[in-house]
């Protein structure tokens, strides 16, 4: 383990050993800190994300005198800049950051004033900065405490869903607590945040890859259910449409429904770890896309990103009551009462009304959960210095296979049996 520089200054100009410095001191506590060494292990695979670049960082040092060894998650703008400004980095990366340095630490002191345990799953942070050019966000590797990802192609068992859904329910219960206790606090935070994705000035950045998205759900379902209810209630909206109702829910900061979301709480985002308990800790992480809306936005995303037909023919009222009752009784831990904030009735109120946000998020990844890693889109391909269009990148084709189209036009036939659509 040596100290090569040029490893540090290829994260970022600014990242650097004082960086490393602070990581310790941060993770372990002890003012007095010494980095002896860094490895870098396995960068990103190519398609693991495109707004951002993951390394993996072990440092050792010292820490109050005596040796240490910690492993570090660092994300970082990427350096080709064509793909930065073409997936607009600098703005997810700053929501980010303030999840990390302003929302989660409030959060947590929240939760800890309450003697409520671990609610508020996410991974530490241990350094930071956000200037739009340098950006990076260093978080603990919950690898190493043994956490595991979930598959990015297969569809969640049924006990991983569970899972998930009950911690983004901590994370909404969290928000609303804090929100019920400390109403002014929590909007000054909650209005840090900036909406990434769903605005009307950022529709030309999207229409040309919501186009190919919708194509591509067109033809899964002419293909595999021709002449449907689905078929025919689907190609009734235009993309415009559909983009607006997520406007509408994106930007409901001040509802008083409205808690800080995960924003993306599709599989890859959650990670599992067994436990001597009868269930499993899960943790959620990226908040690129983190906003202040409805919790039915989380939970219609995920379910329609990360299920398929039979297991929501079985579970989809279980799912629903599973995540109510367990938002419940996270609120009342934190000493809040849950049917003033968030009654049954006005949960599923909102996830009539806002579910059809899932079916869009569900049209962008039904690629990325049909490609085999061979085929994900190389991001640093993006020659130059401009941002180009987004549909140039992700030159999207109609799916190959029977059942990744069965999967995607089930999806959109859930959510018109369900009049979402």
């Known amino acids: 383990m040596t100290k090569d520089e040029s490893l540090l200054s290829g994260v970022s100009a600014l990242f650097t050993e004082k960086t490393l410095e602070e990581s310790l ?41 005596k040796p240490i060894q910690i492993s570090l998650v660092v994300k ?3 350096n080709n800049l064509a793909r930065r400004k073409t997936f607009r ?25 309450k003697n409520a345990g671990d609610l508020l799953m996410v991974p530490r942070c241990f350094a930071a900065l956000t200037d739009g ?16 990802p979930l598959a990015r192609q ?53 229409k040309g890859f919501q186009t190919l998205i919708i194509n591509m759900a067109k033809d899964a379902l002419a293909k595999e259910y021709p002449g449907s209810e689905a078929e025919k209630r689907f190609n009734s909206w235009t993309g415009r449409e559909l983009y607006d109702k997520s406007i509408d829910f994106c930007n409901r900061v001040t509802a008083p429904t409205s808690v800080i979301t ?37 939970v219609s995303f995920f379910i329609y990103t990360c299920t398929e037909k039979p297991l929501r023919d079985g579970h989809y009222d279980e799912f629903l009551k599973l995540y109510h009752q367990e938002l419940g009784r996270s609120i009342s831990m934190l000493k809040s009462d849950p049917e003033k904030l968030y009654p049954w009735d006005t949960f599923m109120n909102e996830v009539q009304e806002q579910s059809i946000h899932g079916i869009n998020f569900a049209l962008e990844t039904a690629p990325g959960v049909s490609l085999d890693e061979s085929e994900a889109f190389d991001m640093d391909s993006i020659e130059g210095d401009e941002p180009v269009d987004v549909s140039v990148i992700w030159n999207l084709k109609n799916l190959k296979t029977k059942k990744s189209r069965c999967r995607l036009a089930e999806t959109i036939m859930h959510a018109v049996e369900k009049n979402y659509i």
Not at 89 to 113: D, G, L
Not at 133 to 148: A, R
């Open 25 to 65: 001191r941060n993770a372990t506590g002890e003012n007095e800190v010494q980095v002896l060494g860094w490895d870098f292990g396995d960068a990103s695979k190519k398609g693991d994300g495109y707004l951002s670049v993951i390394n993996r960082i072990k440092v050792n040092g010292t820490a109050g005198g």
């Open 76 to 78: 970082s703008m990427p």
């Open 89 to 113: 980095s600098n703005e997810f990366f700053y929501n980010e950051v303030t999840c990390y340095t302003e929302i989660f630490p409030k959060f947590q002191e929240f939760v800890k004033s």
């Open 133 to 148: 050019e340098n950006d990076y966000l260093v978080l603990e590797d919950v690898i190493s405490i043994g956490f595991q």
């Open 154 to 206: 297969n569809s969640l068992q049924v006990q991983e869903c569970r899972l998930i859904l009950k911690a983004l329910a901590r994370l909404h219960a969290v928000s609303f607590a804090y929100k019920d206790q400390k109403k002014e606090e929590f909007q000054r935070i909650a209005n840090r945040l900036i909406e990434t994705y769903f605005t009307p000035k950022l529709y030309d950045w999207y």
């Open 262 to 298: 995960q924003g993306d709480a599709w599989a890859p985002n959650f990670m599992i770890r067994k436990t001597d308990r009868e269930y499993p800790d899960a943790l959620a992480l990226d908040f690129q896309l983190a906003r202040c809306a409805s919790p039915a936005l989380d």
